[in-house]
């Protein structure tokens, strides 16, 4: 197709090809063509078959709105054609149908409709039942557009932007623009999105003007070059808005163009104010075949000419209801398009110049009349115009109708903001009931429609955003409000809905094939609301959501209930829309997935470790060396630990200060125990519980001075303690400080029968077992001076030395171990290891061998309640009250009867003599080699607890009747004395 | 062929001054005792107070996902039930419900969640619910779109597979129900607020609403997030339930790509495809209570960078539509149903959080036997309110959970 290549208006560089392959054809379309658009002007008209009846689908807008021109693109499904850049070599196919979506096998499924009214798949397929395993293999074949392959590796690159702004202006059209540049004089930071590649909305493709004013196109190019030179206004084109969330928070997805380092970019952003100016869409015609191939919006068409040069028909047939389709329809005349008639629905109000104009060009003018038929299969082939009552009609041969009711203002960014829109009778449209603080809306998406007016509601509403963040200028925007109100307001939009009649090919929505018929089928079963009606038929919940449907639906609907047609409401109700959804625009995941970062903390030593062969796990937000080795027995790694010694990264674990007058009582509220009987230099083992008395976290705590106290958490409850203690403390007006050290203190547990020696050979201080016992801590240096504060422990049943070092210190003082210790057998070990050797000495690992039913006195560690303390600690009173109960879980030593079973963690303790028979599960159970025996800890109901009970473990690998047997043994099975801690 | 039957009645049903039975909210559980009520009782005089829309809560907003592989020994039996329900319902509705069996996949990322699994799996087994654990190849066979790789932040253990889950369609349920118990004479008011409960000397005597009060012995309140504000406000009765916002999302629809239900607790994500080929997708609910059904930027965001991890080729997918809904959180991630305590003749049904629409059959059944005999079934017997009190929590999570702000 020859282009109109010296429009001003033109927005594709007719010099400059682009190249794509079109099913196995190659075909050139210009820089500045869409993907649809070069299609278009290759002649191609059929875009896809519909999703039900395989209806073939061609362009209707050029703004997304429906599935009709979704294609697969490069192996990407889905793409929306008519928003997307053609790029060179683009590789583009059909979809949904087979064959070809121009001859589609399965094009008989449109014949079919009456076998498949509103919601048929509720009532049908389900008899006889054997029927809808198969039925339902069927509807996931026919459902769904597009395939992606599991295979599929999506290319692009994706990045993130958080700009900051005090205003973000929605829609860079006219309205927009002005707002930004009202905005801007005030002195505020102006962020202005627009969807489409270049600013000037409905302006930039319009010659006419009104009265002595200069050309739209001109005017908005003007405003363009003003927004785009302004240092405080940034300017993000082809940047779609597709969230808008409570306070002002916005979110936005640029398509990255051929300049850009990214192909989609991920905007989030929170301006004080916020200005929506995203103007008007066509209401779609609802008449039979409305969505032939050959039907499209008359901006379509327009648009088509002045932006791509491209004639859309070489015979149209306009019926419209808005002075914009009459400026179409004159103007398309204009440039060649020769146009045979055009309907207006309104029997008023008309645009007189326009009127005149087509009567100029004589052009039949009908007004009162609209659209009621489309003939043709693929394509239009006739047009069948009706007056609106009905009385008389015609029929006119033609391949392009431009159709439309009238406008619908494209709210939806809006209603995002502002929460549910209500039926305004003047416009005809759904609009807020209320602006939040901070939220204001310009241009024809109040149903403005004279240039001047637009305009000067875009200065109105960047100067109250302006004023809103401060700025002293609501006397400019009250005069501008006031100019605004002198000048005549727009005219009512058209509120047609429909000819009456069966509607069985009237098009609501395209997405879902959903007719008129179905909506009135869905009526006539009860369902009374759009809400409703929408999920029963599925209109607006495909790709387009209510691009097509969103305003038609709830009209209708009405219409539907009401048998007199120029009244919408019945009973006092009024059209209610359905609720708007982000994203506005259907957004790839990858486009919000970002950069995909993964946050992760590594400890200091996280190298040396991995050096050393470690392999990883994520434990909470770290990364912890799990396995020192491929053997995931680790039974070298325990072995070492027995007969030498081993040395464990354990910085992950929660370090805290906390100092203050009142720091002990705190510690008193949240620790179980009583703190106030810490001994100098000695450790107390401590937990704290929830109000169910289960225990949440353990650790030790130390008194490093007067009022001044450092304790431990576990690894995953380091994030969360700082808040526990200020929530269990909020009413107590206690003054302490909380100091989270976790991230800057390493820690190393050196353990093992040669730990002393090792610790020897890096310090000069006395560790010694007479100089520091077990149960005790000392600060000292290593060589060199590196400060640490040693802990005498023994979660792992060895002497072992527990050294806090400062982040920074952690490499060199691992290193100084590592070399001292190479003469006694020195390796590290990792938390599986350590796993294995502290179940030997029965040590309990929180949420391994406890659980939300289980509370401190169920895990033996009763010991670590105070009940006497002056201050009552949390889980105190379930506690208290748990000591009367008899029914609870409760941990008990295991072991199995055979010692080459290891049944696997988690396996189930059953009875099948009572009537609950699971009494119990296994926490931890491992072979251990110290012991040569299989050893575990499980939880039980009371009733099984005593020692030489015998249990059934089930693993639920095999049948329920496989069972192991087991027996109840007492704790610690190894080194019950705890001589070799104590060494 | 297609009869022109109704499914909801046309307009509400005349209001009634009296009723054997007043049901609050218009939501599944509810829905589904009404219909029991009716048929397995032969109470009809029902009415069903709805203050919007039937489905306007958490059963239109779900992603309708049924499974019976809870934890513990008090749950299994009573979704297995709930599970074993659907056919049958559909067959007694004639409705079709769409019971979409095609299998949950719990993806497993850690030695710790292997051995969590493997109690689930071995209680479901040992009670009769078919329940398996696969390793990763095993998996990755059955979805082909995961991500096997060792580098993402939680590589893939292998997962627990329950073959008898699927997915159901939600609004069918909510019509079907609704058709049914209409069809046997509950009166289904739409529009029709519950405003209080009036009661005299202990025992109720009825339900206020706009247009007056209904007289009737028995009230069931059952209305998703709201229940435990509207059983405070209308009877001081406090709950331990923590209401927070859910969220979830579909993508566009596609050909058929994920066979089964996939979920994973480390990535905070669950999808699966829907018949009509979106494949939809949820997670953990927003971290704080909240009454609002409003969505949130970085939530899914959050979808969109977990699936894209374990399921590369979704990022060549895009999102469509978000919505949020009520979750009502209970202390142990188990329901509350309990009656006649403290108020003779009011009863509750709520704590289902995300994970009411699975049971709704069975509960609603049972609820139905408990309403019309005032004897509390044995299957029920354990979700009573007073294990709080008691502090015997039930274990379907073996996490400590805690919604306040402390957390
Ligand atoms: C996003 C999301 C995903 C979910 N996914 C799943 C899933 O995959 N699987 C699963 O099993 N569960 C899921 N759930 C949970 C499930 O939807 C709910 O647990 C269940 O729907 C709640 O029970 P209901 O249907 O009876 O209540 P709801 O549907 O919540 O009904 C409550 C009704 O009560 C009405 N009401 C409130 N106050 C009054 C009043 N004063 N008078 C009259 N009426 C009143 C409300 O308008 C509402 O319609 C999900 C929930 C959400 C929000």
Redesign the pocket.
Known sequence: MKRLTSLPTLRVDVGRPVPFVYKNQTGRGFKGDTIATALYAAGVRIFSRSLKYHRPRGLFSLDGESSNTMMTVNGVPNVRTETTLLAEGAMIRDQNAIFTARNDLLGFMDRLDRFMPAGFYYETMHKPASLWPVAAKMVRKAAGLGRIAPDFRFSGACDEMYPAADLCVIGGGPAGMEAALAAADQGLRVILLEARPWLGGSFDYRERGSGEDAPLYRQAADLASRVSTRAAIRVFTRTAMVGGYSDNLVTAVTEGGPDDPFDYRYLEMRPRAVVVATGSRERPLIFENNERPGVMLPDCALRLARTYGILAGREAVFSVGHDLGLEAALDLSELGLPVRAVADVRTKGHDPALVRGLADRRIPFYPGWAAAAVEGKKGVKSVRLASCDGGQYRILTCDLLAAAAGHTPAVEPLSLFCGPLAYDGQTGYFLPRTYPAGVFAAGRIYGLEAPQNIRISGRVAGLDAAAFCGADCRGAADAHRNELAALPMGRPASKWVAFPGPWRKHFVDFDEDVTGKHIRQAVGRGFGVPELIKRFTAAGTGPGQGGISGHNLPLLVAAIKNPSRDRTDIHGTVPAPTTVRPPLRPVFLAAYAGSGREMVKRTPVHDAQAWEGAVFRRVGVWHRARYFSADLDVSEEVDNVRTNVGMLDASTLGCFRIFGPDALSALQRVYAGDMSKIKDGRVKYAAMCNHDGCVIDDGVVIRIGENDYMFTTSTGRAGETVEWIRYHTRFDNWDFHLVNQTDGTGVINLAGPRARDVLERVTDADVSNQAFSFGCWKDFSLSGGIPVRCLRLGFVGELSFELNIPASYMQAAWDMLRKAGSGFGLRPFGVEAQNILRLEKGHVILGQESEQRTNLLDLNMGFLFSRDKDIRPVGADALLQAEKDAGRLTLVGIRMTDSSCVPPDGSILVDDQVVDPVIGYVGTIRKSRALDAVVGMALVERAWTAEGTRLAVYDGGGEPSERHDATVVRMPFYDPEGIRMRM | MFGAKHILPKGNPPLESAYDAVL?????????TAWFLAKEHNMNRVAV???????????????????ANQRTQKNIPLYKEALDLWPVLTRELDFNLMFYNCGNLNLLHSEAAVKAARTNIATAKFLGVESHLLDAAETAKRVPALNLSQKITHPIHGAMYHPPGG?VR?DAV?WGLAKGAAEKGVHIHQQ????GIATKNGRVTGVK?PAGTIYTPRVLV??????A??LYHMLKIKMPISVL????MVTQPLKPLLDH?VSSGAYHV?ANQTLKGEIAT?AHMDPWPNYT?QTTAGYIKHQAEALVELMPCLAGVKFMRS??????MTPDMAPIMDGNDPVEGVYM??G?????????SATGRYMARFLATGKCPDRLKPFALARFKNHRLMGETAALVNYTPDN
Do not use: M
């Open positions: 609050i909210g218009g939501g599944l559980h509810n829905l589904a107070l709805e203050k919007n829309y039937i489905g306007y809560g958490g059963a239109g907003r779900n992603t309708a996902i049924v499974r997915i939600h909510v029709t607020e519950a405003l609403t059952s209305a998703g997030g709201y229940t504000g509207l916002t859910i969220q979830a239900v669950y949820g059904t919505w949020a809904g009520l979750a009502d049904n709520c289902w959080g995300y994970f009411g629409f699975k049971s709704c």
